[in-house]
């Protein structure tokens, strides 16, 4: 029953936003009583917090398996921005300003997760970058793997990108491709234009 909860909550959530979402919309969904979510969680902000952990746990599986099965460094981010673009292109923008401006406590779980995991990853990414001879050897690897953090950040501020002027999903790959632009040497920008179809002028 706990499983089915969170997944009516995710499903309503990511279509219609967390704040228009009440317990007993859950329910109705469901066709259950409100009781019967009650017995599995106290509140909504429980529900909310319990969905970003599960969420956070499947991403990290995600992101190893896509450096697991990866060619490269270039590939792999690549494959990164297809999962993001699948991911937020169904999220409601609504959730993301939700979360930050109402569940303080579950966008911190983001904000760790972003700082501890995603942060490792993208250093990571850097450093075997540089081995493949696809990241500019001279890069400072730990203040630009922690301006692309902020990166990540910003493209979520609603006050710096307007929901109602921005998509979501634009700003954070329009980003993503600016930095990979900005670090990458002769051989990676060549694979970044062969991923974007993009013919090379010598």
Not at 4 to 23: D, K, N, V
Request: with cysteine; net charge positive.
């Amino acid at each position: 029953m706990k499983k089915r909860i969170l997944a009516a909550g995710q499903e309503l959530f990511l279509r219609y936003g967390i704040r228009s979402i009440s317990m007993d919309d859950i329910a109705r969904h469901l066709s259950i009583s409100k009781k019967t979510i009650y017995q599995s969680y106290r509140d909504k902000d429980e529900l909310v917090h319990e969905l970003m952990k599960e969420k956070l746990k499947e991403d990290e599986k995600e992101f190893e398996s896509f450096e697991k099965g990866s060619a490269n460094v270039i590939d792999e981010v690549f494959n990164i921005m297809k999962h993001m673009g699948k991911v937020i292109g169904q999220v409601n923008p609504s959730v993301f300003y939700d979360l930050q401006k109402y569940y303080p406590n579950t966008w911190k779980l983001f904000k760790e997760f972003k700082e501890e995991f995603i942060l490792k990853m993208v250093e990571n990414t850097l450093v075997r970058g540089v081995k493949q001879g696809l990241i500019r050897p001279e890069i400072n690897v730990k203040v630009l793997s922690r301006m692309r953090m902020e990166q990540i950040e910003m493209g979520f501020n609603p006050a710096v990108f307007p929901p109602d002027k921005f998509q979501i999903i634009d700003v954070q790959l329009s980003m993503i491709d600016h930095f990979l632009y900005g670090i990458c040497t002769l051989k990676g920008h060549k694979l970044i234009n062969k991923h974007k179809q993009i013919i090379d002028e010598e």
